[in-house]
């Protein structure tokens, strides 16, 4: 196994497909909203990693999956984590948009 799999032991696209057949689930761009505009994935709603405080009036509901990337995967770690600590239970950083090969709306 390589290093970069020690990292990487899923793929951003076989989340994407989990995420279509979880119900309720939620995909959330965290990047700046310049960024969500250029190309997002579609259903993912942006709430930018400056603006994560803002979270609990956009998603209500602390029960529910939570899918998070950003470019890279490295905001969305810090997301994951600043969720975490609000309360949300069940949290995933699925990664970065540049390793997405799907639809971009």
Same mark, same amino acid.
């Given at each position: 196994?390589?290093?970069?799999?020690?990292?990487?032991?899923?793929? *951003?696209?076989?989340? *994407?497909?989990?995420?279509?057949?979880?119900?309720?689930? @939620?995909?959330?761009?965290?990047?700046?909203?310049?960024?969500?505009?250029?190309?997002?994935?579609?259903?993912?709603?942006?709430?930018?990693?400056?603006?994560?405080?803002?979270?609990?009036?956009?998603?209500?509901?602390?029960d529910k999956?939570?899918? @998070?990337?950003?470019?890279?995967?490295?905001?969305?770690?810090?997301?994951?984590?600043?969720?975490?600590?609000?309360?949300?239970?069940? @949290?995933?950083? *699925?990664?970065?948009?540049?390793?997405?090969?799907?639809?971009v709306?």
């Open positions: 196994m390589g290093l970069f799999n020690l990292f990487k032991s899923f793929d *951003i696209d076989d989340k *994407i497909k989990e995420f279509e057949k979880t119900k309720d689930a @939620v995909l959330l761009d965290v990047r700046e909203k310049d960024e969500y505009e250029k190309g997002h994935i579609p259903q993912a709603i942006n709430i930018p990693l400056s603006e994560i405080d803002q979270a609990e009036n956009i998603i209500t509901n602390k999956k939570i899918l @998070v990337y950003c470019l890279s995967g490295s905001r969305s770690d810090k997301a994951e984590n600043i969720l975490r600590q609000k309360g949300y239970k069940d @949290v995933e950083n *699925i990664g970065g948009f540049m390793d997405y090969s799907g639809e709306e």
